[in-house]
């Protein structure tokens, strides 16, 4: 299984059975592409003043950006966006905008995505992406901040003063949000 394209769409959220784990190590259920493992949890462990301002966010805005799904024979799995994914169903929403790297064909409908379109795509467009081998991929290395520089475009919902951030984020202190 190597074809696929890359599409902006929209998921429906019960359709997304699990979280695709791409680390060879991990010992849950498999897919077929690469033998790549998934977990049937899509959330993460946010930080709980982060998660409430999200929902908050999402309630009132709607989702700023794209989750990032694979779309496999298997189903439809989550890489990144969970506490999105959390949001929007909180908020009440079914389906959840996603850049779907699609090896099913199921969502050959939607439009392509392209380096030149990511700004049509996103509301805060992630400083660092990649086209690669198995498909399209981004973060915003919130987390990743204590080893990486993180990315200010997944903060820039919050705006500049969020109280959450001090608390939960305190390597963020010395780097900018914004």
Known sequence: M???DVRS???PISDIVGRLVRNPNYTGPRVELNGWHYTKSTSNHTKP??????NRSVASEGV???ILVWSLPEG????????RVKAAMAAGFEDIPAIINDYTGDFAACPHVTADNLADIFTDVPRTFEFGEYGFDYHYNLE???RHDHDPAGLA?????AP????????LSEQSTD
């Open 2 to 4: 190597s074809a696929f």
């Open 9 to 11: 769409g929209v998921v």
């Open 49 to 54: 003043g982060f998660q409430e301002a999200l």
């Open 64 to 66: 700023r950006n794209p």
């Open 76 to 83: 439809i799995f989550l890489t990144f966006g969970g506490s």
């Open 144 to 146: 990743r901040a204590r």
């Open 157 to 161: 919902w919050t705006g500049t003063d």
């Open 164 to 171: 959450f951030i001090q608390q939960e984020f305190p390597w």
